[in-house]
């Protein structure tokens, strides 16, 4: 990829560096990147959080997110390309969601998938989970762009837990 069509991804990741530092707490931050991500990359047709669940870590539960609503709102840790994400503590691209007997359907319009995985003291935490109508949408710079952002909130979190 050349550097014209990396330039988008940097200023975007300047933009969620300040959304970072000014955001009051993780919600309004994860609002700000679900927005901004979905506003300025419209190959990402759904953007979303997931986050575990508290009070059930086996558990990931649905948070902030850009798109369709999704009936999937709680995702067990042993289910979707989400439950394996945070499970294998690793970012998971499927380049045909029809191919991957693990998927969970959102949209029947989503063709790829990319889930990121959140950390904050080397635990997972939640991931951030991107759907694209575009077969194979997701290249090595947005993975890349997504663990850097991924960073960004995990530093977030840790923050404000001082
Ligand atoms: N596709 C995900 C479920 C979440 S929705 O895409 C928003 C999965 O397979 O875990």
């Not at 330039?7 to 919600?27: F, G, M, N, W």
């Not at 969970?104 to 991931?127: A, M, N, Q, Y």
Request: charged residues 25%.
């Amino acid at each position: 990829m050349g550097s014209t069509e990396l330039e988008p991804l940097a200023v975007l990741l300047d933009t969620i560096r300040q959304s970072a530092s000014a955001s009051r707490d993780l919600k309004s931050l994860q609002q700000d990147v679900v927005t901004a991500i979905s506003e300025r990359l419209p190959h990402y047709d759904w953007v979303g959080f997931y986050m575990l669940d508290p009070s059930d870590p086996e558990t990931l539960v649905l948070g902030p997110f850009a798109g369709e609503p999704t009936p999937h709102v709680r995702i067990p840790l042993d289910q979707g390309i989400c439950g394996a994400a945070a499970a294998s503590r690793a970012t998971i691209v499927v380049e045909d969601v029809n191919a991957d007997p693990r998927y969970l359907s959102c949209s029947i319009k989503t063709r790829s998938e990319i889930v990121v995985p959140i950390f904050v003291d080397g635990k997972v935490v939640g991931e951030i989970d991107i759907d694209s109508h575009a077969p194979a949408a997701f290249t090595d710079d947005d993975r890349d762009f997504l663990e850097k952002v991924a960073r960004i909130v995990g530093n977030r979190m840790a923050l404000s837990r001082t």
